[in-house]
C-alpha cells in the first residue's frame, strides 16, 4: 500500500488546478479517498475525525451485502434449473446467476457513478460517496429478467432527480435505490410485476437452456391471487433459506441475517430502527389475523410468513436504517421503525395492487422522518423546560 500511496502523491500535481489533467480532479480524489484516509483538515467550525469516515462506512455496508447478493446469484441459477430441467450442478448454477447478475452490478454502477462524476466536476466538489451502497442495492431488488437499458434509464432518473437535486450525498430525502425501483414499477410494470419476471431464460456462453416465456410466481403472488383466505402458500424452510422466486438479493432470510449482524456489530446501522420494523410488521400482521377478512388469504397469512417473504427483511434491514433518509432522534428511530413494518403490512393486505408492499411503506416514512424528529425534539424541550420551572 505504502507504493501505490506514494504513486498517488507523485501524480495529484496533475489533477490539481492548473494541472493537464484537471478536467478528472474529481475521479482521481475519489479513487484517493477510497483508499486512503485523506490528510485534509477542518479549516472553520469544531469537528471530531476518526478513521471511520462516510467512505469506510458505506464499504462496510457493501460487504454486508455480499451474503445476500452471494446467494441470490446462486438463487437465481436455481430457479433457472429448477424451471427448465438444465442440469446444471451446485456451481453450475451459480455462475449462471454470477453471468446474468454481473450486467445489472455493471450498468448500475456505470450509470450512476458517470452521473456522480459530471455533477462532482461541474460543481467542483469530491465525488459522492452515497453511491457506492445504491451502486450495488439497485440490482438486488429488481427480478433477474429487468431488461439492461430500463435499469440504466431508471438508475439515471433516481439519481439525477431523487439525490443530484437535493444538493448530493446526505442531503437526499428519500432512497435512491427505492425511487429506482418505484420509478421501474409504474413506469415498466410488466418489467417488475407478474409471473414471468422472476426466472431467466436466457442462456450465457453455453449455460444454462434458452426458454421463452417461463413463468413462476412468488409467495406473495399467490396468495395475491388466492380467493380463499386460506390460498397463501404454507411455510416452509425455502422461505428462510431464500430458494424461492423473487428479486436477487431479497429472498434469503439467513443471508440477510448475516449482513445485518455485520451492520450492528460495527454500529453502521440502528438496531432500534431494525427492531421496530419487525416489531411493526408482527403487530399489524397478527392484527389482520384477528380480524378474519373473508377471503384474503394475505390478512390470514401468519405474521412469521410475512416477515419471511418478499422484501421485508431486506428492506428492514439496508433500507429503513439508511442513515440519512431515516429518522434520526433515538425516539424517533422506534417511531419510524414500527410504522414502516405496520404500513408494509397494511398495504400488502389491503390493496391487491401492490403485494410487496416494504417499497411503498419506506418511502412514505422518508417523507415523515423529519417531521417525526421535530415532534420528538419538541417533546424533550418542552419537558426540559418544565423540569427547570418545576426546580425554579
Not at 460487504?63 to 446469484?73: D, K, N, Q, R, Y
Request: charged fraction near 10%; include cysteine.
Amino acid at each position: 500500500m505504502k507504493a501505490l500511496k506514494n504513486y498517488f502523491n507523485k501524480v495529484k500535481p496533475n489533477f490539481e488546478e492548473g494541472g493537464k489533467l484537471h478536467a478528472f480532479r474529481s475521479v482521481f480524489d475519489g479513487m484517493e479517498t477510497f483508499l486512503f484516509v485523506p490528510n485534509d483538515t477542518a479549516k472553520t467550525g469544531t469537528n471530531i475525525h476518526d478513521a471511520m469516515d462516510s467512505k469506510r462506512m458505506m464499504s462496510i455496508v457493501v460487504i454486508a451485502l455480499v451474503p445476500a447478493l452471494l446467494f441470490g446469484m446462486y438463487n437465481v441459477g436455481y430457479q433457472h434449473n429448477l424451471a427448465t430441467t438444465a442440469g446444471l450442478d451446485f456451481w453450475g448454477m451459480f455462475f449462471y446467476g454470477f453471468l446474468a447478475v454481473l450486467p445489472k452490478i455493471v450498468v448500475s454502477y456505470v450509470v450512476g457513478l458517470g452521473i456522480e462524476f459530471v455533477v462532482a466536476q461541474w460543481k467542483n466538489e469530491e465525488i459522492h460517496e452515497g453511491f457506492l451502497v445504491s451502486g450495488i442495492l439497485i440490482p438486488m431488488i429488481v427480478p433477474v429478467s429487468c431488461p439492461l437499458w430500463i435499469l440504466a434509464v431508471a438508475t439515471a432518473f433516481a439519481v439525477i432527480f431523487a439525490k443530484e437535486v437535493f444538493g448530493g450525498t446526505g442531503m437526499n430525502i428519500f432512497n435512491v435505490a427505492l425511487i429506482t425501483r418505484v420509478f421501474l414499477f409504474f413506469a415498466y410494470p410488466s418489467k417488475m410485476s407478474g409471473d414471468a419476471v422472476w426466472v431467466s431464460g436466457d442462456t450465457f456462453f453455453g449455460l444454462g437452456k434458452h426458454l421463452d416465456g417461463l413463468t413462476t410466481a412468488t409467495p406473495l403472488g399467490i396468495a395475491l391471487s388466492a380467493t380463499s383466505s386460506t390460498g397463501y402458500k404454507p411455510f416452509n424452510m425455502d422461505m428462510v433459506y431464500g430458494l424461492i422466486p423473487g428479486s436477487i438479493g431479497e429472498t434469503s432470510v439467513i443471508a440477510i441475517a448475516i449482513g445485518a449482524l455485520i451492520l450492528l456489530f460495527t454500529n453502521i446501522a440502528s438496531w432500534k430502527t431494525m427492531l421496530s420494523v419487525f416489531i411493526g410488521g408482527a403487530v399489524m400482521a397478527i392484527g389482520f389475523n384477528q380480524m378474519g377478512l373473508e377471503g384474503n388469504a394475505m390478512a390470514a397469512m401468519p405474521w412469521y410468513e410475512h416477515l419471511a417473504l418478499g422484501g421485508f427483511c431486506f428492506g428492514a434491514v439496508f433500507m429503513a436504517t439508511d442513515p440519512v433518509t431515516s429518522a434520526r432522534t433515538s425516539t424517533g428511530k422506534y417511531i419510524f421503525g414500527f410504522l414502516v413494518g405496520a404500513f408494509a403490512i397494511i398495504i400488502r393486505v389491503l390493496n391487491p395492487g401492490y403485494p410487496e408492499g416494504m417499497m411503498l411503506a419506506i418511502l412514505l416514512m422518508n417523507i415523515f422522518a423529519p417531521l417525526i424528529d421535530y415532534y420528538v425534539v419538541q417533546s424533550n424541550i418542552t419537558k426540559r423546560a418544565k423540569r427547570i420551572k418545576v426546580n425554579q
